[in-house]
T-cell receptor, first 113, second 115 residues
Framework: DAGVTQTPRHEVAEKGQTIILKCEPV?????LFWYRQTKIQGLELLSY????????DGGAFKDRFKAEMLNSSFSTLKIQPTEPKDSAVYLC???????????FGPGTRLTVL | GEQVEQLPSILRVQEGSSASINCSYE??????FPWYKQEPGENPKLIID?????ERKQIQELIVLLDKKAKRFSLHITDTQPGDSAMYFC??????????????FGQGTVLSVIP
């Protein structure tokens, strides 16, 4: 089985731009998570979907961050407009319902200038 | 919501010695405590976990202890090797059948094993 895939692996954006990150979960997994990873904050949950329904939307990230899951095998995370403080690694993870282990993708490293 | 604190943030040990990472949580409903290892340039991977019906679990050189009363859990790596050098994350969740699988992560510990 293919693991979680994320594209692009690296993204450089100017302040104020809109960027869209993409994730494909492991086939058959019902749960999908978006995280932001920084050295200071560690792993912060941005969004959580179960069977395409939004279960949780990280409160601190609501204003400029929007995750969508239009079908069970594809999700996007839009950041609009980007700010330099958004520079981080964005990780996508998936898991099966009733199974705790989350499988992480390779991440997208975002740099906002 | 749940909050997880993880210490230390940086840990350096000599090869062959033990390394210990400690985590505490706030929500007494939390019943599942996994540990993830993230090697440089790689994605986090589950290495060991413990549920609230256990106090201790061991997989080879990894030992996890859980103290529900104190709301603390810890990871101990015995006989550390250079390959153990990585970032380690603890997490907590109130897993329930049919419920959500959300994990709350600690801030992470960078472990360096010095040859």
């Amino acid at each position: 089985d293919a693991g979680v895939t994320q594209t692009p692996r690296h993204e450089v954006a100017e302040k104020g731009q809109t960027i869209i990150l993409k994730c494909e979960p492991v086939s058959g997994h019902n749960d999908l998570f978006w995280y932001r990873q920084t050295k200071i904050q560690g792993l912060e949950l941005l969004s959580y979907f179960r069977s395409k329904s939004l279960m949780e939307d990280g409160g601190a990230f609501k204003d400029r961050f929007k995750a969508e899951m239009l079908n069970s095998s594809f999700s996007t995370l839009k950041i609009q407009p980007t700010e330099p403080k958004d520079s981080a690694v964005y990780l996508c993870a998936s898991s099966r319902q009733n199974y705790a282990e989350q499988f992480f993708g390779p991440g997208t490293r975002l740099t906002v200038l | 919501g749940e909050q997880v604190e993880q210490l230390p943030s940086i840990l350096r040990v000599q090869e062959g010695s033990s390394a210990s990472i400690n985590c505490s949580y706030e929500d007494s409903a939390s019943n599942y405590f996994p540990w993830y290892k993230q090697e440089p340039g790689e994605n986090p991977k589950l290495i060991i976990d413990i549920r609230s019906n256990m106090e201790r679990k061991q997989i080879q050189e990894l030992i996890v202890l859980l103290d529900k009363k104190a709301k603390r859990f810890s990871l101990h790596i015995t006989d550390t090797q250079p390959g153990d050098s990585a970032m380690y994350f603890c997490a907590a969740s109130d897993m329930a059948t049919g419920g959500n699988n959300k994990l709350t992560f600690g801030q992470g510990t960078v472990l360096s094993v010095i040859p």
